[in-house]
């Protein structure tokens, strides 16, 4: 439904950080068809990297100048039992189960860490050599519902820049299942729920708001790390304290970027890069440049509900499809 899928990455209308740094973005890869050892060796290879700690389900490759790579298996059972490591087994005899396992049932995950948005090309021969591998993606699973999820670095972490991306983002929610034609099962899972439209409504109407207002309204709709815009990384890099009193997740992990997990990882497709999910999301950083269009469109959205029904989805991917292209913004 639009052009953005270009296999260049594109840049953001707003590169560096309120402290003069290029912004960075991190990113995590799901996939099946290639066992652990199997991924490590790709990525290794691709990179030029070298092995640092490892476990029989996790496995750590420095690389000079982007930083640390980390090959896990996603699952936490079988990564708290390799931990632990019972001793009667070797490592190696862990290693071949739990690869074994990935192939079969667990997905393998790679995750990037923070890299500069002039280094993102640098991640093209790393996705290319596990393609080669035998990597495969979402529609390989009915179980797993494989994704990307990308971490964006926010330009600053002050009430009125989350605001403003959080009303874009609002305004396109619908729009960008639609626009990374987000796969069925996908759709089905818990992880990449979308915001409920009471909090849309609740979001929009507000143009003005302070930070502890923005965390109680973000936790009364979304007190949960299962939505495709996940801001509790990013909420608990700016109060840990109450992150930790309100969600008991070990795996909300602050940092100061969006969470981002709505894109399908199509690996396997000869066509496919990073890119292409990266430039879907430069969308939501293009509105949330344009304040006087996000009020406008906000008001609209407010008038589209309707008693009882709230607004029509279709209408409205329909109408911001229409006004997105008209604007030069896909």
């Known amino acids: 439904m639009?052009?953005?899928d270009d296999n260049r990455y594109q840049e953001p209308p707003q590169i560096e950080t309120g402290d003069g740094e290029l912004r960075r973005v991190g990113y995590e890869l799901e996939f099946s068809g290639i066992g652990l050892e199997q991924a490590v060796g790709a990525v290794e290879t691709a990179l030029g990297g070298k092995i640092g700690a490892?476990?029989?389900?996790?496995?750590?490759?420095?690389?000079?100048?982007?930083?640390?790579f980390i090959v896990e298996l996603d699952w936490d059972y079988l990564k708290r039992k390799a931990a632990e490591e019972d001793k009667t087994y070797s490592h190696d005899?862990?290693?071949e189960f739990m690869s074994q396992a990935a192939a079969l049932m667990v997905p393998v995950e790679v995750v990037c860490p923070p890299i500069p948005l002039d280094r993102?090309?640098?991640?093209?021969?790393?996705?290319?050599?596990?393609?080669?591998?035998?990597a495969v993606g979402t529609e390989e699973s009915l179980l797993a519902a494989y994704g990307v999820h990308i971490n964006?670095?926010?330009?600053?972490?002050?009430?009125?820049?989350?605001?403003?991306?959080?009303?874009?983002?609002?305004?396109?929610?619908?729009?960008?299942?639609?626009?990374?034609?987000?796969?069925?099962?996908?759709?089905?899972?818990?992880?990449?729920?979308l915001y409920p439209e009471s909090y849309l409504q609740q979001l929009l109407a507000a143009e003005e708001t302070d930070m502890e207002r923005l965390f109680d309204l973000y936790f009364e709709h979304n007190a949960t790390r299962n939505r495709a815009l996940?801001?509790?990384?990013?909420?608990?890099?700016?109060?840990?304290?109450?992150?930790?009193?309100?969600?008991?997740d070990p795996k909300v992990k602050a940092r100061p970027a969006f969470h981002y997990r709505l894109p399908n990882c199509h690996i396997e497709r000869d066509d496919w890069s990073l890119a292409s999910s990266w430039n879907t999301w430069l969308v939501v950083e293009r509105?949330?440049?344009?304040?006087?269009?996000?009020?406008?469109?906000?008001?609209?959205?407010a008038d589209a509900d309707r008693p009882l029904l709230g607004v029509n989805r279709n209408d409205?991917?329909?109408?911001?499809?229409?006004w997105l292209i008209d604007q030069g913004l896909v």
Not at 120 to 134: I, K, N, T, Y
Not at 177 to 191: K, M, N
Not at 230 to 243: A, H, N, T, V
């Open 120 to 134: 993102l090309e640098a991640l093209d021969p790393m996705v290319e050599a596990l393609r080669q591998a035998g």
């Open 54 to 68: 490892q476990t029989a389900a996790e496995t750590a490759i420095e690389v000079d100048g982007l930083g640390e």
């Open 287 to 301: 509105l949330a440049r344009r304040e006087d269009d996000v009020a406008r469109l906000a008001r609209e959205f």
């Open 93 to 95: 005899e862990w290693l």
């Open 152 to 193: 964006t670095e926010i330009p600053a972490l002050d009430c009125d820049t989350l605001q403003r991306y959080l009303r874009a983002y609002a305004l396109l929610q619908w729009w960008l299942v639609d626009a990374h034609e987000v796969d069925p099962t996908r759709r089905l899972s818990p992880y990449i729920d």
């Open 230 to 248: 996940d801001l509790l990384p990013m909420l608990k890099e700016i109060d840990p304290q109450r992150i930790e009193r309100e969600i008991d």
């Open 316 to 322: 409205w991917v329909e109408h911001i499809n229409k």
């Open 2 to 4: 639009n052009n953005v």
